[in-house]
C-alpha cells in the first residue's frame, strides 16, 4: 500500500561528517515533497521541500535529492553540527489528508557524535 | 509574532473526561490543522481548516470535534477521553497557496503532550 518511510530509525555521525537520510515513498503520483527537522519536545521545522521536476535542490548546508525512478528522497547535511541532532522525517503529497494531502513518514533519529 | 501557540503544553486526563486543546495563530493564515504523533508513527491528520467557518475531517477523526469561528483560533475537542488519545498533538498552519502546496510557509506548534489514564 502506499506509505512514506525512512530506511533506519536511528543514525550516529560524528560532528563535523556529512550526514544522509534517506526517505522511501510509493505513491508514484507524489509530485511534491518535504524535509522536517523535530527537535526533542518541539513541532516540527521545515527544512526544505523538491518538486517532482525536480531531481536536486540545495539549501543552506542540506541537499534533498529525488531519485522518481526508484521513488527515493534523501537529504544530505553538510558538516553535521550537534544542533542537528534531531529526527528528521519526510513527507509527500500522496494519498493523505487535508488541503496539502501530506502523508508523513516515521522519522530518522540523527545523533551526533563529539 | 508569536506564532502557532499551542495550550496546554501537558495535560494528564481519566478516561471519559473531555477537554479542549487551544490553538492559536496571529499570521493571518487562513489553513489549520491538528495532527497526532505516536511512537512509530508519522504525523497523522486528525481535522484540517480551510477557514473561518470551514473545517472538515483528515485521516483520524474520531472521538474529535473542531470549530473554527475565528482566524486565529483552531480548538481541538476531545468529547470522552481514551487511552488510545494518549499521544503528542501538534496544530499547525500556513498560507493558503493558490497553487499548493506552499508548505514553506507551514508553521507547527510546540504541541501538547496528553496522557489518558
Known amino acids: 500500500g502506499e506509505s512514506v518511510g525512512l530506511h533506519l530509525p536511528t543514525l550516529s555521525v560524528q560532528e563535523g561528517d556529512n550526514s544522509i537520510i534517506n526517505c522511501a515513498y510509493s505513491?508514484?503520483?507524489?509530485?511534491?515533497f518535504i524535509w522536517y527537522k523535530q527537535e526533542s519536545g518541539k513541532g516540527p521545522q521545515f527544512i526544505i521541500d523538491?518538486?517532482?521536476?525536480?531531481d536536486k535542490r540545495q539549501g543552506q548546508r542540506v541537499t534533498v535529492l529525488l531519485n522518481k525512478t526508484v521513488k527515493h528522497l534523501s537529504l544530505q547535511i553538510a558538516a553535521t553540527q550537534p544542533g542537528d541532532s534531531a529526527v528528521y522525517f519526510c513527507?509527500?503529497?500522496?494519498?493523505?489528508?487535508?488541503?496539502?494531502?501530506?502523508?508523513f513518514g516515521k522519522g530518522t533519529h540523527l545523533i551526533i557524535q563529539p | 509574532n508569536a506564532g502557532v501557540t499551542q495550550t496546554p503544553k501537558f495535560q494528564v486526563l481519566k478516561t471519559g473526561q473531555s477537554m479542549t486543546l487551544q490553538c492559536a495563530q496571529d499570521?493571518?493564515?487562513?489553513?489549520m490543522s491538528w495532527y497526532r504523533q505516536d511512537p512509530g508513527m508519522g504525523l497523522r491528520l486528525i481535522h484540517y481548516?480551510?477557514?473561518?467557518?470551514?473545517?472538515d475531517q483528515g485521516e483520524v477523526p474520531n472521538g474529535y470535534n473542531v470549530s473554527r469561528s475565528t482566524t486565529e483560533d483552531f480548538p481541538l475537542r476531545l468529547l470522552s477521553a481514551a487511552p488510545s488519545q494518549t499521544s503528542v498533538y501538534f496544530c499547525?498552519?500556513?498560507?493558503?497557496?493558490?497553487?499548493?502546496?506552499?508548505?514553506?510557509?507551514?508553521?507547527f506548534g510546540p504541541g501538547t503532550r496528553l496522557t489518558v489514564l
Open positions: 499547525a498552519s500556513r498560507l493558503l497557496a493558490g497553487i499548493p502546496p506552499s508548505t514553506d510557509t507551514q508553521y
Open positions: 505513491n508514484s503520483a507524489s509530485d511534491y
Open positions: 523538491i518538486r517532482s521536476n525536480m
Open positions: 513527507a509527500e503529497n500522496g494519498l493523505g489528508g487535508g488541503a496539502d494531502g501530506l502523508t
Open positions: 499570521m493571518n493564515h487562513e489553513y
Open positions: 481548516s480551510v477557514g473561518a467557518g470551514i473545517t
